[in-house]
């Protein structure tokens, strides 16, 4: 995945040889041999992509399993899973509006917005449950879509638009909740049911691990047929096939370990589905290759023919859905929704996820799967802390240490690659 950026471009070569010399000069299929190749070269010029947040949640977890050894048990693993899922969501929202360079600073109090909605329309007013839940998600939509054109027709930037969302919808939340200040949802509702109690079937958990595999397999295989059609280089059938056995190992593997406790939840499969349905959407598609261009170089994707705005309306509405979504989750999970919803520190730890987990606070760089890896950091440090009877004073402590330096990360690695650009 890459964005379009500017720089200086080397006038094209008089030969007829493809113009990116690191890439499409081999019309050729590319096995394990030029991939590792490949990796080491990008590695070099600073795109370090998900090794670093991938090596630190390793760290995390061997720490916290010697100072802890129930830290790494099956249980545990599940309740961190389960946990990691509504500020998850509100991150892989984060992670589009990032791309584009822009920011959304009233998650938190959208998530909460959203919560306050689930219950009064499905507590007090009765209304049927998928009726409030798609109340609640439609609010967020035209959250974001209010902040799309306060920055796209008034030039409000998205830090001051959102700022005051973050305040007002909080009012709103508490105006909504009304004197009690808290609702419950029922324990019979199906939806408190599948934040809570529903898990996948151990042989439907094998079975969905293979659809996965076969997924990146024939997905992958594609993608290959059509770049040796168009004469570029691609991977191999051999390369591809070892990455989605390996898939199917490593997920085979989680699985097992995971249904040694009370399986894997729906809710997270959920989560994990929403990410690669947006990564495919970054990926595979027009408005994902529009995003990465607004956000490498806004004035360049405009000369090429993008329309700008809607872009910027997408990822605004988006974020801001996702950030319901993750609200009604979070209610459901906790069965109520209080004045404390999207409170405290969600707003920050769904930021520091997509951050965390790779995507650039410049615009332009990273993906979904950012999301899942930064919200597995964040919730592993909560977990490991709470497990050590340690306060949240410890915690708030770490993660903000953890940002900082995922941040001096990214600046340093964006420095490289501008260096290695102009070499």
Request: aromatic share 8%; with cysteine.
């Amino acid at each position: 995945m890459t964005g379009i950026h500017s720089g200086p471009q080397a006038a094209p070569p008089a030969s007829g040889e493809a113009l990116d010399r690191q890439d499409e000069r081999l019309r050729r299929s590319v096995g394990v041999r030029g991939a590792v190749a490949g990796s080491l070269e990008r590695i070099r010029s600073g795109d370090l992509g998900v090794v670093p947040v991938v090596a630190g949640l390793v760290v995390i977890w061997t720490v916290f399993q010697v100072l802890n050894p129930i830290f790494l048990s099956p249980a545990n693993l599940v309740n961190l899973a389960m946990e990691s899922v509504a500020v998850g969501v509100i991150a892989l929202g984060i992670v589009a509006v990032l791309l584009v360079g822009q920011i959304d600073l009233s998650v938190g109090s959208v998530s909460g917005l959203a919560a306050a909605i689930l219950a009064v329309t499905y507590v007090s007013r009765h209304l049927p449950v998928w009726v409030a839940l798609l109340a609640a998600v439609a609010a967020g939509c035209a959250i974001g879509f209010l902040y799309s054109q306060m920055f796209t027709r008034f030039g409000v930037p998205s830090f001051v638009a959102t700022l005051a969302g973050l305040l007002g919808f909080l009012g709103a939340q508490l105006w909504l909740l009304g004197a009690a200040g808290a609702i419950n949802l029922p324990f019979t509702s199906g939806l408190v049911f599948f934040a809570q109690l529903a898990f996948v079937p151990e042989v439907l958990s094998y079975v969905l691990v293979l659809v996965a595999a076969a997924g990146l397999f024939a997905s992958r295989f594609l993608l290959a047929r059509e770049r040796r059609r168009a004469g570029l280089s691609a991977r191999s059938t051999q390369l591809i096939a070892a990455e989605s056995a390996a898939v199917l190992v490593g997920l085979g593997a989680a699985v097992w370990y995971l249904n040694r406790g009370r399986g894997v939840g729906w809710m997270f499969v959920l989560f994990v589905a929403l990410v690669v349905v947006m990564h495919y959407l970054l990926t595979r598609t027009g408005w994902g290759r529009s995003v990465y261009a607004v956000g490498g170089n806004v004035e360049a994707a405009r000369r090429a023919g993008i329309n700008v705005s809607r872009v910027y309306i997408s990822v605004f509405v988006l974020c801001s859905g996702l950030a319901a979504l993750g609200g009604v989750l979070a209610a459901a999970r906790l069965a109520a929704a209080n004045q404390s919803s999207g409170g405290g520190d969600v707003n920050l730890n769904a930021i520091a996820a997509a951050v965390i987990g790779g995507t650039s606070l410049f615009g332009g760089r990273g993906n979904a799967f950012a999301a899942l890896l930064g919200i597995l950091v964040i919730q592993s440090i909560s977990s490991g802390l709470t497990l050590l009877n340690l306060d949240s004073s410890f915690r708030f402590m770490v993660t903000g240490l953890v940002l900082a330096l995922a941040v001096a990360l990214d600046s340093v690695a964006r420095r490289s690659r501008a260096s290695h650009g102009r070499a």
